[in-house]
């Protein structure tokens, strides 16, 4: 958390927000190393006086696009949030930084276990991007054809090759989950196990979960909230995620069960999962 789906709706709340708003200012807190080793006097006057000129994602990574050909990667890892408020409001519970725009309004990222980072890039550096992540989900390079070949070639278990963000970018436990439970795949079968008919099945399934959370505007349980600090919805449509505790599969009656796959809480069902 936050997976595909939060930080896409983060991404299409911030932009009508922050596009084509110039940047006066940058105000961060104790926590300096939310600029990911960057001095915070520097990164200020680097960015003062550039223009947003629009809100990008890549996989989990939200990408500020400036006039100047640089960047502002924002990496929100497990409890980060981005939200624009007036300047003048009180701090949000857990604020490491903010960007202060010409119109009053400054983006604020808070972040309760600090992982998330924001750093500022030169040109062309967040193309390098591509190199570390695999395709996105939801794009037309992302076909049952190429899972099929990517995912022949790996022989580890199946919830953790699909979270490899080096193999697709931006699935993350939640969904995975959600996958696996539509497409009635175990998430211990070796990934390069399954037949034609249930790579079809998987493809399908992740790509109707993550449009599912985006509809739903994200999952939020506790610590998400998009750019308006508004929460998500899509936790009250999970199948299986979160629901081991005396749960029922909904389609089979059966019980859900949490076990531990790659270090990663896993959530299935003990009857129709195979």
Request: with cysteine.
């Amino acid at each position: 958390m936050p997976e595909l789906p939060e930080v896409e709706t983060s991404r299409r709340t911030l932009e009508p927000l922050v596009a084509g708003r110039r940047i006066v200012g940058l105000r961060v807190g104790a926590f300096e190393g939310v600029l990911g080793g960057d001095d915070p006097a520097a990164v200020a006057a680097r960015i003062a006086g550039s223009t947003i000129e629009r809100v990008r994602r890549r996989g989990k990574y939200l990408l500020l696009d400036l006039d100047d050909g640089t960047t502002i990667e924002a990496h929100l890892r497990m409890t980060g949030q981005l939200v624009v408020v007036p300047g003048g409001s009180s701090p949000l519970r857990f604020e490491h930084l903010a960007i202060v725009l010409d119109d009053g309004q400054e983006i604020r990222f808070a972040d309760q276990r600090k992982f998330g980072r924001l750093r500022h890039l030169p040109p062309g550096a967040a193309a390098r991007l591509d190199e570390r992540l695999g395709p996105e989900p939801l794009s037309r390079r992302f076909t049952a054809a190429w899972l099929a070949s990517a995912l022949g070639r790996r022989p580890g278990k199946l919830k953790s090759v699909l979270l490899d963000q080096r193999l697709i970018a931006g699935l993350g436990n939640i969904y995975v989950d959600e996958a696996l439970f539509l497409a009635r795949l175990h998430p211990e079968r070796a990934a390069n196990s399954l037949t034609e008919a249930e790579i079809r099945r998987l493809h399908r399934a992740i790509r109707a979960v993550l449009r599912a959370g985006i509809v739903h505007r994200g999952t939020s349980f506790s610590s998400y909230r998009d750019a308006t600090g508004a929460s998500g919805e899509n936790q009250r449509f999970l199948n299986v995620y979160g629901q081991s505790r005396g749960g029922r599969c909904p389609r089979c009656g059966g019980e859900i069960a949490r076990i531990v796959v790659g270090g990663r809480g896993t959530h299935f069902c003990l009857k129709c999962q195979h």
